[in-house]
């Protein structure tokens, strides 16, 4: 599943850096998670980073984008294969 940012976003820029896949982009108000990057950071951690670094715990799964662990893994691989 991919994560998505709610309104309680206050644009503390924590998330972005921690991103592996560079999935997550500053909107105004607000910062996005691509649902087509995001792989929940299967293949490079054991949790989502971003997550673990949000300070108001704004980043929730996406009910619209519901991946199990093999679709994310198979993410992860197709998007190492494409840089």
Known sequence: MS???GDE????????EECPN???EAEDP????DPDLCTECVGY???PNCVSVCPVDAIIPDPDNVENIEELRYKFEQLQRSE
């Open 45 to 47: 951690y054991d949790e």
């Open 3 to 5: 994560l998505l940012i």
């Open 30 to 33: 607000f910062y996005v998670i």
């Open 9 to 16: 976003c206050i644009a503390c820029d924590a998330c972005r």
């Open 22 to 24: 560079t999935a997550i």
